[in-house]
């Protein structure tokens, strides 16, 4: 796939930024009309969004770099060349939530309550944001044939884009794509039927995205290590057992009530 969505001159504007971008969007647009509903102030919630995306983006860099040392402490000037690539979705969820414990202490918010939405505009940024990999040829898994990509039915794009370095590949950003759709699917038909339980929806996410990332990137070829551990499955394994805790402690304090 070409990369570059446009070029004037010795600019480029990559699909990257631009599926990133609408990716922000939509699922900023998602969390102010969920706020609104629940009366929490939509003009807090907009200057939310509005720093939190930058900082956001701040903490997927900087995650990224700390696993990559070796590379960019001989290299410090590209660590600032983002046009690059090199920004780990974990880095930029430990940044969002700290951003959201200081915020919901600050405006003496529910931190469940507010999370529970921000999810829904995560999962919806999760959901585009892996087709920003595939233009940019990047967060595929193994090797594999024409034959078994044909088999399971895809597109002759994703298949022509799965084509990298004279062979074909597990289009594993489809893989994780396909999941969070489902995920979010599922948060919605379990927020409809289940009311009054905060944080339930965030639990879902925590195990459901966790369960998925952590075989997905099993098959990946490019994930961060850590003393030849796979770091996201690492924190897919926390962000699991943080779901279990919370959806234990949802039961649990309603049977206490």
């Known amino acids: 796939m070409n990369p570059i969505f446009f070029k004037i001159g010795d600019i480029c504007i990559y699909w990257y930024s631009i599926i990133l971008l609408v990716a922000f ?19 807090k919630i907009e200057d939310l969004v509005f720093y939190s995306i930058p900082l956001c983006l701040l903490g997927a860099r900087i995650y990224y770099v700390l696993f990559n040392l070796d590379y960019y402490s001989n290299n410090i000037l590209d660590i600032f060349k983002v046009w690059e690539g090199g920004l ?8 969002g939530l700290l951003i959201v414990i200081y915020f919901t202490k600050k405006n003496n918010i529910r931190i469940l309550k507010l999370i529970d939405i921000l999810v829904l505009g995560l999962i919806i940024g999760q959901i585009l944001g892996r087709w920003g ?15 078994f990509l044909k088999s399971i039915h895809l597109p002759q794009f994703i298949i022509n884009g799965m084509y990298i370095n004279g062979a074909y590949h597990h289009p594993t950003f489809l893989y994780e794509s396909l999941w969070n759709l489902i995920g979010l699917v599922i ?6 039927y289940i009311k009054n ?54 039961f649990k304090k309603k049977s206490t009530d």
């Not at 990999?133 to 034959?147: D, H, I, R, W």
């Not at 948060?187 to 409809?192: E, S, T």
Request: glycine residues 8%; contains cysteine; hydrophobic residues 50%.
């Open 88 to 95: 780990a979705i974990h880095g930029g969820i430990i940044a």
């Open 25 to 43: 969007l939509l699922g900023s647009i998602v969390v102010i009309k969920e706020c609104e509903k629940q009366n929490i102030d939509k003009h």
């Open 197 to 250: 339980k905060e944080g339930l929806s965030t639990s879902i996410y925590l195990i459901w995205y966790g369960t998925g990332r952590f075989l997905i990137e099993s098959l990946r070829t490019d994930s961060l290590m850590f003393l030849n551990i796979k770091i996201a499955q690492l924190v897919s394994m926390i962000f699991i057992l943080s779901g279990i805790l919370i959806s234990i402690y949802i």
């Open 187 to 192: 948060i919605l038909i379990v927020k409809k």
């Open 133 to 147: 990999n595939f233009m940019n040829g990047e967060a595929y898994g193994p090797v594999t044939s024409l034959s």
